[in-house]
């Protein structure tokens, strides 16, 4: 079966700090890749998606994440966060078929 | 993207009891999930909800526990029988196919927050 790593759980920011987060996958075919977001009192959003392609996606509030096959990765980054990027991000990976498999979610908490 | 909406958003529940949770999309879709969020945890699919036929469960979750109804393709509800306090917890519904093009692409309801007593 396959498994999702977010290697960190919580992670503190002032603002204009570099964000990267981690993730990791255990299964060895194609896969489709996820990170979504929930802020604080709402819905998981998408964030955004890799299917093929560059291995470099870009996302939604400067946001971008990529792709690297031999590692097994797909970390999420941003140059510079905002306050408002405060929220919960998760991780999820798609095996070509219909079932999703999320990490255990990286909190996020920018300092103003 | 579609709207999706899930009643009720929260309820407080003794156990023993059940509870019926809805999920209605303002757009017909292919596929249909329930996911359960425990507290401090990430999601985990309980199943697949299939149009006109039983739902598909993951391993750990069984019909008993755990009925799903799909009557048509904008609408399910999952209902959570004989309620525990281990069962407190967010529930989530989400849709793939329909009003996105991209397969795979699932989209998530605003959950709903049970709590057992």
């Known amino acids: 079966a396959q498994s999702v790593s977010q290697h960190n759980h919580h992670v503190i920011l002032s603002e204009a700090a570099s964000l990267e987060l981690g993730c990791n996958y255990s299964?060895?075919?194609?896969?489709?890749l996820f990170w979504y977001v929930q802020y604080p009192g709402q819905h998981l959003q998408l964030l955004l998606k890799?299917?093929?392609?560059?291995?470099l996606v870009k996302g939604i509030k400067g946001f971008e994440a990529e792709f690297i096959k031999s590692k097994f990765s797909f970390n999420l980054r941003k140059p510079s966060v905002q306050w408002s990027d405060t929220a919960e991000y998760f991780c999820?990976?798609?095996?070509?078929?219909?079932?999703?498999?999320f990490g255990g979610g990286t909190r996020l908490m920018v300092k103003p | 993207s579609a709207v999706i909406s899930q009643k009720p958003s929260r309820d407080i529940c003794q156990r023993g009891t059940s509870l019926t949770i809805q999920c209605q999309v303002d757009?017909?879709?292919?596929?249909m999930f329930w996911y359960r969020q425990q507290p401090g945890q990430s999601l985990t699919l309980i199943a697949t909800?299939?149009?006109?036929?039983?739902?598909?469960?993951e391993s750990g979750f069984v019909i008993d526990k755990f009925p799903i109804s799909r009557p048509n393709l904008t609408f399910s509800t999952l209902t959570v029988s004989n309620m525990s306090p281990e069962d407190s917890s967010i529930y989530l519904c989400?849709?793939?196919?329909?009003?996105?093009?991209?397969?795979?692409?699932?989209?998530f309801g605003p959950g709903t927050r049970l709590t057992v007593t």
């Open positions: 989400s849709v793939e196919g329909g009003f996105s093009k991209t397969p795979y692409e699932q989209y």
């Open positions: 909800a299939n149009q006109g036929s039983e739902a598909t469960y």
């Open positions: 299964y060895g075919g194609t896969v489709n």
């Open positions: 999820a990976v798609n095996n070509a078929g219909n079932m999703l498999t």
């Open positions: 890799y299917f093929s392609g560059d291995p």
């Open positions: 757009s017909q879709v292919t596929m």
